[in-house]
T-cell receptor
Framework: NAGVMQNPRHLVRRRGQEARLRCSPM?????VYWYRQLPEEGLKFMVY????????ESGMPKERFSAEFPKEGPSILRIQQVVRGDSAAYFC??????????????FGQGTRLTVV | AQKVTQAQTEISVVEKEDVTLDCVYE???????LFWYKQPPSGELVFLIR??????QNEISGRYSWNFQKSTSSFNFTITASQVVDSAVYFC??????????????FGTGTRLTIIP
């Protein structure tokens, strides 16, 4: 029983490059949440997706950030033209349904993005 | 809007001492859920507990216990007989039971707990 899998665990990008973060939810889970943790801070909600749909992107920066959760394959968080301020840990959580999320949220181990 | 406050930024205690981590929350909903997560130095998030707003019974799990008081909007976490392996950042989080399908968590800023051997 694999948990939520995120890759890569560590990602280094130069300013201006693109970063792609992948999240494979637990088997059977169709709900995915992305959170960002800036250094020395708590996690902040970014986006909530169901298969092929963005449900809530109220926490996403207006520019350069996008997310998708296709019918097949992992959810992708994409950051274009990265800047130093994008350096953070990005966590993904998944759930079977909205009700199950209130039992516990299954988080991945995170991707630590460093922009140099 | 919901908000979670963890006023203690850092706490250090000597091993075997008891320690309480405070969490105060704000919400306008009558139905909500409270969580505690542990983030060890390795960086992953470890789920510790979920409590719904209708269940004010305190809970104990081994050396961990939680005190939920709706009257003061607090959900405090106590570790008894602390151990070095308890050293981590601990996050309190709140989720409102919205019918829109969005169960996003609002996290506090965390308390860094250091257990001194």
């Amino acid at each position: 029983n694999a948990g939520v899998m995120q890759n890569p665990r560590h990602l280094v990008r130069r300013r201006g490059q693109e970063a792609r973060l992948r999240c494979s939810p637990m088997k059977g889970h169709s709900h995915v949440y992305w959170y960002r943790q800036l250094p020395e801070e708590g996690l902040k909600f970014m986006v909530y997706l169901q298969k092929e749909n963005i449900i809530d992107e109220s926490g996403m920066p207006k520019e350069r950030f996008s997310a998708e959760f296709p019918k097949e394959g992992p959810s992708i968080l994409r950051i274009q033209q990265v800047v130093r301020g994008d350096s953070a840990a990005y966590f993904c959580a998944s759930s079977l349904s909205r009700e199950v999320l209130h039992t516990e949220a299954f988080f991945g181990q995170g991707t630590r993005l460093t922009v140099v | 809007a919901q908000k979670v406050t963890q006023a203690q930024t850092e706490i250090s205690v000597v091993e075997k001492e008891d320690v309480t981590l405070d969490c105060v929350y704000e919400t306008r909903d009558t139905t909500y859920y409270l969580f505690w997560y542990k983030q060890p130095p390795s960086g992953e998030l470890v789920f510790l507990i979920r409590r719904n707003s209708f269940d004010e019974q305190n809970e104990i799990s081994g050396r961990y216990s939680w005190n939920f008081q709706k009257s003061t909007s607090s959900f405090n976490f106590t570790i008894t007989a602390s151990q070095v392996v308890d050293s981590a950042v601990y996050f309190c989080a709140l989720s409102e039971a919205q019918t829109s399908g969005n169960e996003k968590l609002t996290f506090g800023t965390g308390t860094r707990l250091t257990i001194i051997p």
